[in-house]
């Protein structure tokens, strides 16, 4: 069989920590699983490659990335250096939307061994999975400003949303939902507020109900839901949302499951046309990089859905499972991360989920 | 002392249930510190009068409310009838437009007796007001639809924020922040993703910090923010953000306090030049409308808010210290509504705390 080639970028900060341990953890899994895993790692999309070149990406980079089979990407933003809308544009939503990785899935899973901020939460009160549109919506760059520095200084920003970008993914989402035992689904939306663009969200919504008569469909503006997910996250199976909605709803998800630190995401383009990119849930988070303390499973998760995505979901589960063991072990036995509140260290846990594998 | 003039809008669902609860106590509140308050109740901005009329509100009705010095306002919204966003759009948006109520305040406090999702926390550990953009930004009607009912529709919404518009609400929420004992503001952003219009409040925020040296600022992406407001409730103190960002936090706020049943929320026109509205963070809850159980706390709440702003801060506090002590009795010996973990019904509850003023 063939290799798989992967690009994997670091990217800034914790990035650089996690995504080591993100690889190791990978090579381990394809090497019992008989998988062909070729990495080639670069340095671009980070505030080291602006600094130098003054710009986020070389020229080229498309038809570089375009070669490999999938993107391992750790995080990118140093605000010191590169104002993050100037970085995040100038990488990763460039690279959502080139690629045409038009979802965004995030699993929300509260594991054994780790304690969730929801009093009285058990491993399985939460699973669910977020389901993120991830080229358009209230993430556009059609906008500006106008009567610059005075007192009619004035800025618009267009949100887009088109039926092609709507129903695909509202498509993906209820497929994802048919499959699951539940076969819920439950859309954010805000129309009661959001008066143009979220009725036509809910529209396409209505009108996707009708061909997965098997799957039950729920809607809650994006504030009610909100507050469902901290007083029931047991309601939910599959959440779909716009991006900015999705965005808030698979940060706040994890945190109910009791960290950032754990969650991955999977950016896909589910027509195979590009490669799709696999980056942990948190950032860069400058506050703790260089430490040595940031938690690599979001990242050594990516790497689980990244292999799923491959064809290869026996090593994805394997990989997953040895996750779960290790945290499974608790503060007291496992070196988990601080965020987890335990002593271990970046290295260290990533060390245990690789050995376990 | 003259009577102030109230104008009391029950509105739809629940609305109709907790607001008479509501009015029992303020006027309780006034006997007791001899203010004179004088009530008059309409009908408008209800599915009643949408289906009597074929509006929500009859003509007129900003010389009738205008009027009044302030709007005693329960809930709108009964999609069964009429969609939400022309029902929203026709009322309440539309008040908060008209009268340039450009500030919506939020406070959030767990309060003794009322048991927080969140596990061990304590009263005292999550007490934070949101300051609410609440007349541009997200909610705009600006936009519309392109190549309607083909595969090319598109659909456009423009977000607008002004000068005027984001100062003077950071200009409140400064203020508020510079006479509370912590001095603290955190500003709700997004200007990694929203890369137009989230860049520029965070310029005016940076503006306005130099005006308030004795303010500690910080500012968080809306996703970390929500994730932090389950992780660490208790780092905040006045929270300022857009419209729609404000709208967020401010239902996942109470929600991290127990119940969005006690929220309550003061559509403020700072200046003065038109009445402005008191209404309970939650809606006109169709699920549980009719069934004599919705939580008046956050319609009797709106009342202490209501008098504070008159001119009234003994009673507003009299008014706010009887909700604490019968919430404080908790489910067991107070008659708490079923979101409170009680058995108690609307009158119940709103009768026990009109008895206590
Ligand atoms: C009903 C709705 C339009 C409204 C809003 O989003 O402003 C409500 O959620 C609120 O917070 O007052
Ligand atoms: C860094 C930022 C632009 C990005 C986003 O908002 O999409 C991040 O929060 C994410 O969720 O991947």
Same mark, same amino acid.
């Not at 996750?323 to 990533?350: F, M, R, S, Y």
């Given at each position: *069989? ?43 999309? %980070?505030? $080291?490659?602006?600094?130098? &070149?003054? /710009? +986020? ?53 509260? *594991? #054994? ?16 999975? !977020? $389901? ?18 005075? &007192?009619?200084? /004035? ?8 039926? !092609? ?29 959001? %008066? ?11 009108? +996707?109900? &009708? ?14 839901? !909100? ?22 709803? %698979? ?7 009791? /960290? ?12 195979? /046309? ?5 980056? #942990? !849930? ?22 689980? *859905? *990244? ?25 007291? &036995? ?24």
């Amino acid at each position: *069989m063939k290799a798989h080639r992967i690009a994997v970028i670091p990217g800034d900060g914790i990035g650089l920590e996690v995504v080591p341990a993100g690889v190791d953890a990978l090579r381990a899994t394809a090497d019992r699983f008989g998988i062909g895993l070729e990495f080639d790692v670069f340095d671009f999309a %980070s505030a $080291v490659h602006w600094q130098r &070149e003054g /710009t +986020m990406l070389p020229d080229g980079w498309e038809e570089t990335l375009r070669q490999y089979d999938a993107i391992y990407f750790g995080a990118v933003g140093w605000p010191e250096i590169v104002p993050d809308h100037i970085s995040l544009w100038g990488s990763l939503l460039q690279f959502r939307r080139t690629f045409d990785q038009y979802v965004n899935l995030r699993p929300c899973r509260l *594991m #054994p061994g780790v304690r969730s901020p929801l009093a009285g939460r058990e491993p399985g009160d939460i699973d669910f999975v !977020v $389901v993120r549109e991830n080229t358009e919506g209230e993430y556009s760059s059609i906008g500006g400003r106008i009567f610059e520095g005075t &007192e009619r200084e /004035t800025v618009l920003q267009e949100t887009v949303m088109t039926r !092609v970008g709507v129903d695909r993914v509202l498509r993906f989402a209820f497929e994802q939902a048919a499959r699951r035992p539940k076969q819920h689904l439950t859309s954010a939306t805000k129309s009661n507020g959001i %008066s143009i663009t979220m009725p036509y969200w809910d529209e396409r919504v209505a009108a +996707m109900t &009708e061909q997965f008569p098997a799957v039950r469909v729920d809607k809650f503006h994006i504030d009610a839901l !909100v507050a469902q997910f901290v007083l029931h996250p047991d309601r939910f199976d599959v959440v779909v949302a716009s991006n900015l909605f999705g965005d808030i709803l %698979s940060d706040l998800g994890p945190a109910c499951t009791g /960290t950032l630190g754990i969650a991955p995401s999977a950016n896909i383009n589910p027509d195979r /046309t590009h490669p799709s990119l696999f980056e #942990p !849930v948190h950032g860069s988070a400058p506050d703790i990089a260089g430490r040595g303390i940031a938690n690599p499973v979001g990242q050594i998760w990516c790497g689980s *859905m *990244m292999l799923d995505h491959l064809g290869h979901p026996e090593a994805a589960a394997h990989l997953l499972g040895a996750i779960e063991d290790v945290l499974a072990h608790g503060p007291e &036995e496992a070196p988990l991360t601080p965020d987890l509140h335990g002593k271990g260290t970046t290295i260290e846990l990533g060390e245990a989920i690789t050995t376990r594998v």
